[in-house]
């Protein structure tokens, strides 16, 4: 019986032990800038294509890819921002006066894709390779429950640009994302844990034995 005792007595402790290690050497989370790094391109139905593009009547969407390394460690956003490059088609004979294209954050079904631009289409009319619509913009912070779920799911996630009206040329984009990301374990966490657990492990064989 009193060895009983002294055995659930030193498991206690260990429990103790743990828990405050846990506690006091655990790293909270930090607010970081994160990598993104653009993966390629992708058209409707999943085949890759290179930059720059023409969104013409056929070609009439294209998804900018992206791939966040650390996802897995995302705890909140921050901010996201987005940058896209276009501009109306040289070669378009007709060069129309209505070239407009809309920018959207593609999220994954059932969500709907989040509008990147200002109140309506990107306006490309009359711009040029030497002077490009450049869009630089914040994600509202509204539509962030949306997104994280898209940099979530060890995929990339996708800047989506689609053809309003006309043609024009679709040259490349960026994003950049800061987060609360979860801390890695430190490495005293990880060896107080150990050490307290292997002597758990001792303390119960102890008990055990006959």
């Given at each position: 019986?009193n ?6 007595s030193a498991?206690?402790?260990l429990?103790a032990?743990?828990?405050v290690s846990t ?18 391109a992708l ?6 294509t ?17 791939h966040?390394?650390?996802?897995n460690?995302i705890?909140?956003?921050n901010?996201?921002?987005v940058?896209?490059?276009l501009h109306d088609?040289p070669?378009d004979?007709?060069?129309?006066p209505d070239?407009?294209?809309n ?15 200002f109140?309506?289409p990107?306006d490309l ?5 030497g002077?490009?619509?450049v869009?630089t ?6 539509d962030?429950p949306?997104i994280l779920?898209?940099l979530?799911?060890n995929?990339a ?5 689609n053809?309003c ?11 950049t994302?800061?987060?609360?990301l979860?801390?890695?374990?430190l490495p ?10 292997t002597?758990l492990?001792w303390?119960r064989?102890r008990r055990?034995?006959?």
């Amino acid at each position: 019986m009193n060895s009983t005792r002294r055995g659930g007595s030193a498991a206690r402790a260990l429990s103790a032990f743990l828990f405050v290690s846990t506690v006091l050497f655990a790293p909270s989370a930090a607010s970081v800038p994160i990598t993104v790094t653009f993966q390629d391109a992708l058209l409707a139905g999943g085949t890759t294509t290179g930059l720059p593009i023409t969104i013409d009547n056929d070609t009439r969407n294209v998804f900018l890819r992206f791939h966040v390394p650390d996802f897995n460690r995302i705890v909140s956003l921050n901010s996201v921002n987005v940058n896209v490059v276009l501009h109306d088609d040289p070669t378009d004979p007709l060069r129309q006066p209505d070239e407009a294209a809309n920018i959207l954050f593609a999220v994954r079904l059932p969500g709907t894709d989040v509008f990147l631009d200002f109140a309506g289409p990107a306006d490309l009319e009359g711009t040029t390779s030497g002077s490009p619509f450049v869009l630089t913009t914040s994600v509202n912070p509204l539509d962030f429950p949306d997104i994280l779920p898209t940099l979530t799911d060890n995929a990339a996630f996708r800047i989506r640009v689609n053809r309003c009206c006309g043609d024009f040329v679709v040259v490349g984009g960026s994003v950049t994302i800061d987060a609360e990301l979860r801390a890695l374990p430190l490495p005293g966490t990880l060896a107080c844990v150990g050490l307290g657990l292997t002597a758990l492990a001792w303390s119960r064989r102890r008990r055990l034995a006959p």
